[in-house]
């Protein structure tokens, strides 16, 4: 009898297991396979993940990195997803674990994503669920009606009116800048410079000013703790990672603990300062705590201070990280080729009256937006959007099984010489001459700032900064690729240059 108490239970429990880890997905598999779609075999418990890892170590060891600038990284930083595009073409589905997944890279289906309006298809849990220590279950991270909730707090904070309002700052923010790299020149003509910090402090100090007003001077620390949580993070597979069945190195797991609740008491203690003071100027971080407080989805004390918590974590990594990322790239293309640069001088000179950068002459600058609208196509900070079937979901005409997780790869999506023309790698900002829709042939698929209804809500705030920062250090300097520089685009949460970007700087003759 105590025999067959156990085998009962146990034979439950290997019955559950093969369910959950092959039967189920092998459903999911079927439902993709009937619709034409093809991809790689996967094995017992680990679906893809060992081909993913020999591909990429092959891929490595192959890369040739830093020689010269080329711009296709496809290849080095992503190489499971190019192999199997070759073999299967622009949809194809993959599996990690007992994870199923769909890469959907035609320009036509990602049209279609981008038009619909579905919630059905949200942030995949799994993902999202490791990136929980740098969210929370902000805007970036939650799904349904608490995200339609944040969502419409904190959107009218980057409309483009409010905006408009935030240059003169922005303006402000970038002047140290300025003056420390006048500095580094110093009596002298040349200066190597490596401006990947400089940017981000620009950055970080416009989206503390602009959205946390007086607190902004907190901002610094909160910062300089969010890099470090995210340099720690992206040391753990954050995407396509081997299955861990719950075993994730616990040394990094305490760091990144004791990093969290750092920067959760910091953000905290910028908020009781703000609730002292009783602000009347109503900025980003006086909306969430008025949400917080009116929000019936928010109920205890506990859940206030987290709603609040994370989103002010959320706008300080989505609004400076990928701003200063984006500017470095620009900085790297501009400073690679000098006829651009030549032509952004001229521009900004034109049309800032006595050199002043201001909200009208942001808009006057068509030269500016060609180079930033060709640097985020190469060079999109964002590498991935992301979503899964909350509920089974119809993309075009694909029927997508509940649970499966699709991926279109930004980079690769901007490079697809059907939908950009022969020269898709090269850098040729012309092609934006006449805005996206005459760029390419598909441009609902020119997504650097993602897709649907769950686009960046930072669109014009970035833009804005961009063309302020770019502007300033055009009209003011002259600069090259320093021999320095190593080509190496790096996958950290976003597409950034693994040794940063050197440059020689001098004193431009306008400037
Ligand atoms: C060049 C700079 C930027 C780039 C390339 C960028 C790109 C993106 C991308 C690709 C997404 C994901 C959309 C999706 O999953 O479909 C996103 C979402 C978001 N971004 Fe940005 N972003 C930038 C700057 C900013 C700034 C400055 C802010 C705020 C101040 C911001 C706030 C957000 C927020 C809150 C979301 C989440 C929207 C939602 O889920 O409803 N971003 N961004």
């Known amino acids: ?89 622009q949809v194809y589905t993959y599996s990690t674990g007992n994870k199923q997944h769909l890469y959907v890279n035609n320009p036509e289906l990602v049209k279609e994503m981008n038009q619909s309006l579905t919630l059905d298809l949200g942030k995949p849990g799994y993902v999202t669920k490791r990136l929980a220590p740098m969210l929370g279950n902000g805007i970036l991270r939650s799904n349904g009606i608490v995200w339609a909730q944040q969502r419409k707090i904190i959107a009218p904070e980057f409309f483009v009116d409010k905006v408009k309002g935030m240059v003169g700052l922005m303006v402000e923010s970038a002047e140290p800048l300025l003056r420390k790299w006048e500095g580094c020149i110093g009596g002298g003509v040349v200066a190597e410079i490596r401006v990947d910090e400089d940017l981000r402090s620009v950055s970080a100090d416009v989206i503390s000013r602009a959205c946390f007003g007086s607190s902004y001077f907190k901002g610094k620390h909160i910062f300089s703790k969010l890099r470090n949580l995210q340099k720690l993070m992206s040391k753990q597979p954050l995407l396509f990672g081997v299955p861990t069945f719950g075993f994730f190195p616990t040394g990094h797991q305490k760091e990144i603990r004791g990093l969290e609740r750092e920067i959760e008491s910091l953000i905290w203690e910028a908020v009781k300062e703000r609730k002292r003071e009783s602000s009347k100027e109503k900025d980003l971080m006086q909306m969430i705590l ?56 001229e521009e900004v000179a034109q049309v800032c009256r006595e050199g002043l950068i ?76 006449h805005g996206v829709s005459s760029a390419c042939k598909v441009p609902h698929a020119y997504i650097p700032f993602g897709l649907g209804p769950r686009l960046c809500l930072g669109r014009n705030f970035a833009l804005a900064q961009l063309k302020v920062v770019l502007g300033l250090i055009v009209s003011k300097f002259t600069f090259s690729l320093s021999p320095k520089y190593i080509h190496s685009p790096a996958y950290r949460m976003i597409v950034e240059p693994e040794h940063g970007v050197h440059i020689l700087v001098q004193r431009s003759e306008l400037g």
Not at 13 to 36: A, E, I, M, S
Not at 294 to 301: A, G, R
Not at 387 to 404: N, Y
Not at 413 to 432: I, M
Request: aromatic content about 12%.
């Open 290 to 345: 008025e949400g917080a407080i009116n929000d019936h989805f928010v109920v205890s004390k506990d859940a206030s201070k987290r709603f609040i918590v994370d989103n002010c974590k959320n706008i300080y990594f989505a609004g400076h990280e990928s701003t200063a990322v984006a500017a470095s790239w620009c900085l790297m293309l501009l400073a690679l080729h000098p006829e651009w640069q030549a032509r952004v001088r």
């Open 358 to 433: 201001d909200a009208e002459s942001l808009t006057k600058m068509k030269t500016v937006t060609m180079v930033i609208q060709e640097a985020l196509r190469l060079y999109p900070p964002a590498a991935f959007v992301s979503r899964e079937a909350l509920e089974e979901t119809q993309i075009g005409h694909f029927t997508i099984p509940k649970g499966v997780c699709t991926w279109t790869l930004i980079p690769n999506l901007h490079r697809d010489s059907n939908n950009w023309g022969c020269d898709a790698n090269e850098f040729r900002p012309q092609r934006f001459a």
């Open 1 to 89: 009898f105590s025999m067959l108490s156990l085998a009962l239970p146990l034979a439950c429990l290997l019955l559950h297991l093969f369910n959950t880890t092959w039967l189920k997905p092998q459903r999911v598999r079927w439902k993709l396979q009937k619709q034409g779609i093809r991809g790689p075999q996967p094995c017992f418990l680990y679906g893809n993940v060992p081909q993913m890892q020999r591909i990429q170590i092959t891929a490595t060891k192959a890369a040739n990195h830093g020689e010269i600038v080329a711009h296709d990284y496809t290849s080095s930083l992503f190489p499971y997803f190019e192999q199997w595009r070759k073999e299967f073409g």
